[in-house]
């Protein structure tokens, strides 16, 4: 039986990396395994994947009931494939809060408060003594340098500055500022992207005192594309919350270099929510939410203290 | 501020043990922390504290909320020190399923399906290239020892097996059956132990559909003991189930040497539920379920299956 590995839904760059070297790990350990994808890849991912040489993952949509899976950078049923409850959970490598999750049986879980999975998985290679091939490495510094900003977000640890070195040494990455750079102008290179795939380029849905809150992020170094196209992504917004019955969506323009955020803003009601949570006034649909360039350290902790 | 460090109530040799040893491993870690115990320690751990020259750790009653803590060999609520929920769950090194536990932050979670927690703390020791000292390759093996039954219980692994052999060396244990006998000699070593006290012994509460059962288990090398004071534990049992308001309470005797199961049954509608999860028979109140001495692998399993 080969086991499918999967990262969250909307994947970013850690999600699919992570999966196609954790899948790579575990059939060195003897484990059959194979990686999978559960959307579409955003502009960074490509041009990672295109970078390392490496293929990209099958898309998967759904599994037989009791399928044995293992999950890396999430752990929710709400981020995952559908029918994750019906799966059968046997590994678990992630860096997020514990969700909605449980067993029927013991498993294998590695979670580590540290910036990206790609970080903890470096550490399983070193542990196993392991030697990492220069794409694997590639990879893994790859999703490092994406869910730390280039070590900038309030997330990162040492462990994710020490391994990202480490890594980038059997990478072959001799200026990784210079790589983290080309990463983000591939991220920030959208084109006509339709206004609803920019909302979702990273978007999670979160349970807020009971009800369900969409939160969009985009990271980039060119806020001025999503400023202009305020009128069309807030549109998007609305649908989103009308299609799926959301109490809430909000999305957030993150400028990468600069680390500023600017949220876009639906109404006066989600206006007053802003205002409750981080005690930011919104005009003109948008909210200035100062260096909050973290969802999980500082976006999604400020909402969970207000809603109690 | 002191990291408390404690496994589930009702502590078994690998829930004292593990915790010693992790906030041994953590201090050397640079993270100042402190073992504690739920519950009194049976006769075995007992013994495997006093040949190891280790003090027995302080009780644990109660936590102002909010206090950061770590778990080790469990991490369901039901197991765990009263309003764990309201407690900062930090770090967890189980070989459990993953019950309720969840949380706000991202955490530190080392599970492996393998047979005992100690198992895994030795694995640490051995990632973080830390010398282990003799008392605690003595406190790993003696937990190793206890959960697999001297490798025999079903839940055992390689791993467990390498580990035992490899912290037998460590902790200068020449005959690990020798020593193992003498544990098992220990806590079979009862005297004139309460009915209550005995029912306790390694006792815990499990929901299987949407009911409340508790599943007692004595591990010993002398069944007869407890077949000789039947009556006074099956009072114990009726006891137990109207004051916490149980759908059922059975109480196993595992003979460890020669691996049989004789389970205590209260009455008729008892009987019922064990001949639909097991297809025995009870016979004045004693059902014979064969060789299944673990509770994690055969008996709870069982349990889940019939209940759905
Ligand atoms: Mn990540
Ligand atoms: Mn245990």
């Known amino acids: 039986m080969t086991l499918p590995v999967f990262g969250h839904t909307n994947p970013d760059t850690d999600a699919i990396t ?35 040489g490496v293929e990209v993952p099958d898309l998967l949509e759904a599994l037989p009931e009791g399928t044995e899976v293992a999950l890396v950078d999430h752990n929710e049923s709400g981020q995952s494939i559908s029918g994750l409850s019906g799966l059968k959970v046997t590994r678990v490598v992630d860096h997020h809060k514990l969700g909605d999750l449980s067993s029927k ?10 910036g990206c999975t790609g970080t903890i998985l470096g550490k399983l290679y070193r542990e196993h003594n ?19 900003l280039h070590f900038r977000s309030p997330t990162t640890t040492d462990t994710d500055r020490e391994m990202g070195v480490y890594l980038a040494q059997i990478a072959g990455v001799t200026d990784i500022k210079a790589y983290a750079l080309e990463m983000f102008a591939a991220k920030s290179d959208l084109g006509d992207t339709p206004a609803d795939k920019l ?3 990273d978007y999670k849905v979160f349970p807020f005192g009971g009800k369900q809150y969409g939160l969009g992020v985009m990271e980039t170094t060119n806020p001025g594309y999503a400023l202009g196209r305020k009128a069309e992504i ?12 959301l109490e809430g969506v909000f999305f957030s323009v993150v400028d990468i270099l600069e680390e ?18 981080f005690g930011a006034d919104t005009q003109d649909n948008v909210a200035d939410l100062g ?18």
Chains 1, 2 share one sequence.
Do not use: C
């Not at 395994?33 to 579409?40: C, E, F």
């Not at 392991?130 to 730390?148: K, N, Q, V």
């Not at 807030?234 to 019955?245: D, F, S, T, V």
């Open 18 to 52: 992570s999966a196609i070297v954790y899948a790579s790990l575990l059939s060195r350990l003897g484990v059959t395994a194979k990686a999978y994808r559960l959307g579409d890849l955003n502009n960074e991912t490509s041009f990672v994947l295109k970078t390392a």
């Open 260 to 277: 500023t955020n600017q949220t876009f803003v639906l109404d006066d009601a989600h206006a007053e929510v802003i205002k409750g949570v």
């Open 291 to 308: 260096n909050r360039i973290s969802r999980k350290k500082q976006i999604v902790p400020a909402f969970e203290k207000y809603f109690g």
């Open 105 to 114: 049986d013991p498993l294998y879980l590695r979670f580590e408060p540290v």
């Open 130 to 148: 392991l030697p990492i091939e220069g794409w694997e490495a590639r990879l893994m510094l790859s999703a490092i340098l994406s869910d730390t």
């Open 199 to 201: 909302l979702k380029l």
């Open 234 to 245: 807030l549109e998007a917004m609305k649908q989103e919350k009308a299609a799926k019955n």
